[in-house]
């Protein structure tokens, strides 16, 4: 799995911000059964892994999957320990980092639709304001923010950032607040001429794609990726009721690593959800997420064109393989035909969004826990996101 989350950060935010405020959330239990193959082939044996994981100690998993056979879903554990609320096929999950593939897409659209170029440098589309102030922005291109080669520093990693967090844990922070830890700092590298992942370089996609379009950018993802798919159940910033009154599991943290599980459902919705920009911030079931990835792939959504830059992958030069393309991460679990997707986490949880080209399936795999703290549960949920596609690529 690639290192796409920023342990420092989350680290100090579970010490102090899950200590500071009420963090538990009412799962809403009363939910309804999605629609799924239950006889589906595949489903006993995923059912098994996800069941042998939640005996070892996670809290809570939801798996789904998507192939010519139809749709199937299995979740196993607790949605919410403190009452053994059950985890149900019908909660909603966070994406994380996987909503930059959202992103990503719904600003290939833009492209395929004529409204913007890749090959724009950036100033052409920031609000001047944040153009004017910003490290190289007229050499930095539209392309560049979504492979990760721009060379922004991660606004996460910012100590003054850390400090005002942790004294604040609960507000909400905006994308100008955000990126001004970072605004005006030298790049890490030319433009271009490496690879770093940083949350920054999305959360500058929302402003592009704003002006390419002229409506706020979380109605620009609705309309081109949410309802062209029909997915009801996915929602990012506008929809009622967006984060707390959906269906969520509370999520939960080890923070000393001493194998005492402590509920940060607030903190990890507050970094994830109202705090998050293109970078993070989609929730959705898990049957939607496996829907969109496998239309995605299968050509639903992009042009010839844009479907195929989304596949040029580039390699940071430590890499010892691709690292990434436009909004998706590049990944092999068995040799021969490489797989494809988004990892996504926060103090709470880990996910995994993945399709298998070679089998045609996607798979989309879900923990309430996260793996910042380090120690047994963090080792468990690390390794379930990754397993379940390991498997079926393997098969």
Known sequence: MKNTFLPFLLLLTGLFACEQTEQSLNPGVGCDTPNFNQQHPLGPKIQSVLDSFVKEGLPGASVAIKDSRGTWIGVSGK????????????????????????????????????????????????????AKRLTRADDVTVRMLLNHTAGYREFHESIFRLSDFLNQPTRTWSREELLSYVIDKPLLFEPGSNWAYSNTNYLLLTFV??????????????????????????????QKGY???????????????????????????????????GEDGIIASPLDF?????????????????????????????????????????????????????????????????YL????????????????????????????VNRIPEMLAKM
């Open 79 to 130: 949605a919410k320990l403190e009452d053994n609320t059950p985890m149900q096929t019908c909660m909603v999950q966070h994406a994380y980092s996987v909503s930059k593939t959202y992103l990503a897409v719904t600003l290939l659209r833009l492209r395929d639709q004529g409204k913007l170029s890749l090959d724009d440098t950036i100033n052409k589309w920031l609000p001047e304001h944040i």
């Open 209 to 238: 794609i704003e002006k390419a379009s002229g409506k706020d950018h979380a109605q620009v993802m609705k309309e081109e990726v949410f309802d062209t798919l029909q997915l009801k159940n996915s929602f990012y910033k506008l």
């Open 243 to 277: 984060p707390n009154a959906l269906p969520l599991p509370n999520h939960y943290w080890d923070r000393f690593s001493n194998g005492v599980l402590e509920n940060c459902t607030q903190s990890n919705l507050n970094i994830a959800c109202y705090s998050g920009y």
């Open 290 to 354: 496996v829907t969109f990835m496998d239309a995605l792939a299968k050509g639903q959504l992009l042009s010839a064109k844009s479907w195929q830059d989304m596949q040029q992958w580039v390699q940071g030069v430590q890499s010892k393989e691709p690292d990434y393309g436009l909004g998706l991460v590049w990944v092999n679990f068995a040799g021969g035909v490489h797989e494809f997707g988004h990892y996504g986490g926060g103090i709470g949880g880990q996910c995994s969004l993945i």
């Open 357 to 384: 080209p070679k089998q045609q399936i996607s798979v989309y795999t879900s923990v309430n826990v996260g793996r910042e703290g380090g120690g047994k549960f963090a080792y468990l949920s690390s390794v379930l």
